[in-house]
């Protein structure tokens, strides 16, 4: 099943697919896609499983469209809500596991052998397509002329291990003020072929991919590992309990579509590369951003900008791949937007920019000059090897500052920046490819110079090399 993975040049939804083809979108390329057409196809035609717990929901139908969790069947992109809402999941799945963070540690065996890294699952096959994405059991498949076929894509298991700790109520920080996350360690170009997926590009060939965030948020009001259907009755909407005392008694706030649920996030495209010679046998470390325009109110319950991992200590054999994403489009205005309403922040409204600039310590708001040599042994940048993406050293180290200072707007020293906006407004968004840097023993600081606003707002981070 081609998947056909794209950035949508806005944030309308797909339209809906009435065939199985993944070319039945001819005249709706401007939209994004996460999984293929074909894939909700298949999901909007097959029939639910029965026996889910659905308390006193009433869905408005009887495919996999529709859940305890999404009752009436709303349509979000090309997922299947049946299986973002339950895993493991008993259905072929586009998805492939890399990680199941979870409390329940002692149930890690379960959840891997689940996983359809390693599990085997099941289709109907060889009837005409409208009939056999409607049968989910064997019998029925069978006693209709379908074949049971075995799917399974014989990859590692997903990593297992404890979720980090969140506080209550908040959504974002855990216990050590960083964000809530988790080492992924990128499969290779050459892990990706042998999963089957496909090439990009002839000149400089690449593998797209997404990534895809699930947080389920489970109870222990009830059983969720043996609450079936035959359950349904023990949980209604909002009730009114008795806690004695002659008190008639108090509603709880609950919600039967969201008592025990999922939510689910998905990525835009990126790309992983062939590993250049000169990378070969040392550790590439990803260095980020993250949050986006607006201050501590606007962006909540994300973060005003940031890099991430804003501290890296590494060796020097390890290299660094200095890369973001910005944006020209956010909305953050009336009704909230994809933020709290309002747009504060440097430069034009609605335009994420993110730049590098090494300073002399921490406490600093000024960037170190590229012609001063006092702090020569402190810049980051002159203490570094740069390479782009290919691997071919940026031979001049001043250019490789230019080309982290204006988010590679310029990538010499020598190009004209008459036209260049001090707020980095005409800036490419996106440093695309980024610089991947060698970098000597030391302690280095860095800031992005637009967004260091130093009344609310310190976008600086710290590497030590050793």
């Known amino acids: 099943m081609s998947v056909g993975l794209r950035d949508g040049g806005n944030t309308n939804t797909p339209t809906e697919p009435n065939n199985y083809a993944d070319t039945a979108d001819t005249n709706d390329q401007n939209t994004g896609r996460q999984e293929s057409k074909g894939f909700y196809y298949e999901c909007k035609r097959r029939k639910r499983n029965q026996g889910l717990f659905l308390a006193d929901q009433n869905l408005n139908g009887d495919t996999a469209e529709y859940t305890r969790q999404n009752p009436g069947g709303t349509r979000r992109g090309l997922e299947c809500p049946e299986e973002r809402d339950y895993y493991p999941y008993w259905y072929p799945s586009p998805w492939i596991d890399a990680a199941y963070l979870t409390d329940r540690t002692e149930d890690c065996d379960y959840f891997k052998a689940g996983s359809q890294n390693t599990a085997t699952v099941y289709k109907c096959d060889g009837l005409v397509q409208q009939d056999q994405d409607t049968y989910i059991t064997q019998t029925e498949c069978t006693n209709n002329g379908g074949n049971w076929v075995p799917y399974t894509k014989n990859l590692p298991a997903p990593e297992c291990s404890q979720a980090p700790w969140g506080r209550t109520n908040h959504l974002g920080n855990a216990a050590d003020g960083e964000p809530a996350n988790w080492t992924w360690t990128l499969p290779s170009y050459q892990t990706l072929d042998t999963y089957g997926a496909t090439t990009y590009g002839n000149t400089y ?6 990534m895809r965030l699930r947080y389920n948020i489970s109870t222990d009001d009830y059983d969720p590992w043996n609450t079936t259907v035959d359950d349904n009755e023990i949980l209604e909407n909002n009730p009114v309990v008795d806690v004695g005392a002659s008190l008639q008694g108090l509603r709880l706030a609950i919600n039967t579509n969201q008592f025990g649920r999922t939510f689910q996030d998905r990525s835009h495209t990126f790309y992983i590369v062939n590993r250049p010679a000169a990378f070969n046998g040392k550790t590439v470390t990803n260095l980020n951003v993250r949050g986006k325009r607006g201050n501590i109110v606007q962006t909540f319950p994300s973060v005003e900008y940031d890099f991430i991992p804003a501290r890296l200590s590494i060796s ?3 290299l660094i791949h200095v890369q973001w994403t910005g944006s020209n489009t956010h909305n953050n205005g009336g009704g909230g937007g994809d933020g709290q309403a309002g747009d504060d922040g440097q430069g034009n409204g609605g335009t994420d920019r993110n730049n590098f600039v090494a300073i002399n310590d921490y406490a600093s708001s000024f960037p170190i000059p590229l012609d001063k040599t006092e702090w020569d042994d402190i810049n980051i940048v ?6 782009d993406l290919r691997g071919t050293t940026i031979a001049d180290w001043v250019d490789c500052a230019v080309i982290l200072a204006t988010s590679g707007y310029a990538r010499t020293s020598t190009a004209d920046f008459e036209d260049f906006d001090d707020q980095m407004n005409n800036a490419p968004a996106s440093l695309i490819g980024g610089v991947v840097m060698s ?28």
Request: hydrophobic share 15%; proline share 2%; with cysteine.
């Open 439 to 466: 970098t000597s023993s030391g302690t280095y600081n860095y800031m992005s110079s637009r967004n260091n606003n130093f009344s609310n707002r310190g976008q600086k981070g710290w590497i030590h090399v050793e």
């Open 382 to 387: 002159k203490k570094s090897t740069c390479y």
């Open 205 to 210: 060939p690449s593998k797209r991919c997404v």
């Open 316 to 318: 020097t054999n390890d």
